[in-house]
């Protein structure tokens, strides 16, 4: 049993443009939501991560909105651009346990 | 100077055979992790040691054996591999025990299992 769904599972979106990506969760005891960038061939790394005392996060061009009664997380990335080309997974976290998405693999069309 | 480094990158072997991976931090972290992240890239928690003790083992086969002789090292020891143990594995280290800090993973060690 997936403990956080991820969508889409891939996205094409043109450079400038806005990449969105959403995740959903069941368990409310989760208290920490990060989301990680991985490029092919390396690990994945922490891109921006956020508490369900906060409906949002941004980070530059990244920003994380949060919707605790929906359970629900999306990342957006605003002007999108090729270097933002990666898989990206959102995750949950509970007692040092963390949950990831299936992840999506975006790809910014330059 | 890498933060966590995993060897082999690659390891390619037979079924039946058994094999080892073996990660090193150098961030001074207590938490260690291994993480399976199989051909659809979904990445699943395996075991978590904090200061060499076992705090998490996932429903993972007996044939997988963590072992951590000290907070900077955790390798991972498999037995009798089968083909559907062929998947990318990820070491990771984190200072915080409750799992709220960054996860810092390594690059990885594929398996492939023929």
Redesign the interface.
């Known amino acids: 049993q997936q403990q956080v769904k991820q969508s889409p599972q891939s996205l094409i979106v043109q450079k400038g443009g806005i990449s969105i990506i959403n995740c959903a969760y069941e368990n409310t005891a989760f208290d920490y939501f990060p989301w990680y960038q991985q490029f092919p061939g390396k690990g994945p790394a922490l891109l921006i991560a956020i508490r369900p005392d906060v409906s949002e996060k941004k980070e530059g061009r990244f920003t994380i909105s949060f919707n605790k009664s929906a359970k629900q997380f999306s990342l957006h990335i605003m002007d999108s651009q090729p270097g933002d080309s990666a898989t990206y997974f959102c995750a949950a976290n509970n007692f040092n346990k963390f949950y990831f998405g299936s992840g999506t693999k975006l790809n910014v069309k330059p | 100077d890498t933060a ?1 480094s995993q060897t082999p990158k690659y390891l390619v072997t037979q079924m039946g055979n058994d094999k080892s991976i073996k990660c090193e931090q150098n961030l001074g972290h207590d ?1 260690m992790y291994w993480y399976k992240q199989d051909s ?6 395996m075991f ?1 040691y ?1 200061n060499k003790e076992l ?2 083992n996932e429903t993972v086969p007996n044939r997988f054996s963590p072992k951590s002789p000290d907070k900077a090292h955790l390798n991972l020891h498999i037995n009798s591999l089968e083909l559907g143990d062929s998947a990318v594995y ?1 070491c ?1 280290s984190s200072q915080d ?4 800090g ?2 810092f ?4 060690s594929r398996l492939t299992v023929l």
């Not at chain 2, 659809?40 to 928690?45: D, Q, R, T, Y």
């Not at chain 2, 025990?97 to 709220?100: E, F, K, S």
């Not at chain 2, 993973?105 to 990885?108: A, I, L, M, N, T």
Request: without cysteine.
């Open positions: 966590v938490t659809k890239k979904f990445l699943k928690i978590s904090n705090i998490i990820f990771a025990v409750l799992g709220v960054e996860l993973f390594g690059e990885g």
